[in-house]
């Protein structure tokens, strides 16, 4: 008698003359993920919105000035769900507000704050009766330096723009009180270390002398406090007068003391390429 084989599964198959088994397997379906909730602080949406200072929208939250779908919310930190809740600002609607992108050539003698606790000159001064919402000054420039500052509501343009990694570099015109050597030159952009900060320059030129003071432009790529002063004071020269310039591709041009424009598109798109 002829003995039958077993019927061979519809899901194997015999393969060469081992009589290896192989299966075939269904490929596992792709693991499906939730899209991330993104959640910031009550404090953070206030100034994300433009509205105010994030220091500001906190003191704003802890008055009482601030409700999450109907419900007054003190904890500046409170958890907000982008897009599915609804932020009262003094009983309206939370509304963003148009970015603005401004210009200023600084004048000397003004200080880059919005308040100042000894009762010095700001230069919200150069603002006074233009009717623009609330701005802040992208970087600073100390009260004795001059020329071209950026203002804006925009805070994560302005932290792109200052952050040394991401940020454009910046020229100044510095006039100092000696002619500088070739040596002292190549030092300002090896370096020096100050206050337990290395700071240095991106490149130094210099542009004309006299018998006792010299005009240099110096490019920064980083702007820490005091940044230029500090530096020249390391190698023994001290500054008359000083000026920034450039802000990436943005000149100061014919922009007159005191006075102010908006950035156009064309200076906005060549900064978000910086």
Not at 55 to 83: H, N, T, Y
Not at 230 to 243: N, S, Y
Request: charged letters at 25%.
């Amino acid at each position: 008698m002829t003995s039958r084989k077993p019927p061979q599964s519809p899901n194997a198959r015999r393969a060469g003359t081992g009589g290896r088994l192989l299966s075939r397997t269904r490929p596992a379906a792709a693991a499906k993920t939730a899209p991330a909730v993104v959640r910031h602080g009550l404090a953070r949406v206030l100034s994300k919105a433009g509205v105010c200072s994030r220091s500001e929208a906190a003191r704003r939250v802890l008055d009482g000035r601030v409700s999450v779908d109907g419900k007054l919310v003190r904890d500046p930190e409170f958890p907000i769900i982008a897009g599915r809740q609804q932020v009262m600002l003094d009983g309206q609607p939370l509304q963003a507000q148009r970015r603005i992108y401004l210009a200023l050539n600084k004048p000397r003698g003004l200080v880059t704050t919005v308040q100042d606790e000894q009762g010095r000159d700001t230069v919200y001064q150069c603002f006074d009766g233009a009717g623009l919402p609330w701005i802040a000054p992208v970087g600073r420039l100390d009260k004795a330096s001059e020329g071209l500052l950026f203002f804006s509501n925009d805070p994560e343009w302005a932290a792109r723009l200052t952050d040394p990694a991401t940020g454009p570099l910046k020229t100044y015109r510095v006039q100092v009180d000696a002619v500088p050597d070739a040596a002292q030159l190549q030092q300002m952009q090896q370096g020096v270390e100050d206050e337990g900060e290395h700071l240095a320059a991106h490149s130094v030129q210099l542009l004309r002398h006299g018998e006792r003071s010299a005009w240099l432009e110096v490019v920064l790529d980083e702007g820490r406090n005091r940044h230029i002063r500090r530096l020249l004071k390391a190698l023994g020269l001290d500054v008359l007068r000083l000026m920034r310039i450039a802000i990436g591709p943005v000149q100061l041009g014919e922009l007159g003391k005191g006075q102010w424009r908006e950035l156009n598109a064309a200076e906005l798109n060549a900064l978000g390429q910086a």
